[in-house]
């Protein structure tokens, strides 16, 4: 909470100067500890995550974007702009020719944003690492791009939905919970990623709680014996869906596989920092908490 506050301090100490000159310039330091000044609306927008599109067009900035990654599926839109190459390896070139006045991206292609610096195009690290953070993301960008209102009501919605989720499993038994990102050779997801705080958020309580990273490979023995009563998957994954995958051997006594509680979700609402993971989050409560015919 003291992180959010200090965070929202700054924007408004900024915003006020900023009104004072009109709106812009604007000074905001990202998460890579850059002070980067903006000095008009960009006009020309580059992201290079799926989720600061995702957060870009989700507060009317869409018409801003001149070009995404390979990977920027989301909205519709997004796919009908110009791509940059990959997630971690964008291409320098293709982002220099869109002559962009601001450049979003991630922890994953910092090196990237300090190139383009270099060059004299600025750029924004954004990298919530929590659905919290994340919220605080939208606003952030929101203020970088000019779009302060639209992402101020974007993030008060979302929070007064994760309150109603706080609400629908209030005193509710938390079951056991396991989210299945492969199955040869399993991968779980574990503590410090999106998927593991959105379980929380929704509750549940993840069984690799005590995995050593976000994304780890587990022991197929430990979930035996952790017996989750719910399991998760994403939709797709590579060649196809995990939840399509014969089931390793011991595990068709789970709790989760006997009373058929075996279920896929979208990867991308989950596991990606955007404005969706609040559905994924409502998703989730149900599947855990929602009455028989409620679950999906």
């Known amino acids: 909470m003291m992180k959010r506050f200090l965070v929202l301090l700054t924007l408004l100490v900024l915003a006020t100067g900023a009104a004072a000159q009109g709106g812009f310039p604007r000074e905001i330091v990202d998460d890579a500890g850059r002070k980067v000044l903006i000095p008009q609306a960009p006009g020309r927008i580059v992201s290079l995550a799926p989720s600061n599109t995702e957060i870009l067009f989700a507060i009317g900035a869409g018409d801003q974007v001149v070009g995404v990654t390979d990977y920027c599926n989301y909205p519709q839109e997004a796919q009908e ?120 958020l929704a509750g549940g309580d993840n069984i690799a709680w005590d995995a050593a990273r976000g994304y780890p490979r587990f022991s197929s023995e430990v979930v035996v014996l952790r017996d989750p009563e719910v399991i998760l998957s994403p939709k797709t994954h590579g060649s196809g869906a995990v939840a399509d995958a014969p089931l390793p051997p011991g595990w068709e006594d789970l709790t989760a596989v006997k009373e058929g509680r075996v279920y896929s979700i979208d990867a991308d609402m989950i596991a990606r920092a955007g404005p969706r993971i609040v559905a994924a989050i409502e998703e989730v409560a149900r599947i855990l908490h929602g009455e028989k015919g409620e679950d999906k």
Do not use: C
Not at 133 to 156: F, K, S
């Open 81 to 200: 702009k110009d791509k940059v190459g990959g997630f971690s390896d964008p291409n320098l070139e293709a982002i220099v020719a869109l002559a962009p006045d601001l450049v979003l991206g991630t922890n994953f292609n910092d090196g990237v944003i300090e190139d383009l610096a270099q060059l004299g195009i600025r750029g924004l690290v954004i990298s919530p690492g929590t659905v919290e953070e994340v919220l605080t993301a939208i606003e952030r960008v929101g203020y970088a791009v000019g779009r302060d209102g639209e992402a101020g009501a974007l993030a008060e919605n979302l929070r007064e939905r994760l309150l109603a989720v706080e609400e629908y499993i209030a005193g509710k038994e938390r079951p056991r919970v396991l989210y299945q990102v492969w199955h040869d050779p399993l991968m779980v997801a574990g503590p410090g990623s999106f998927v593991d705080n959105a379980i929380t």
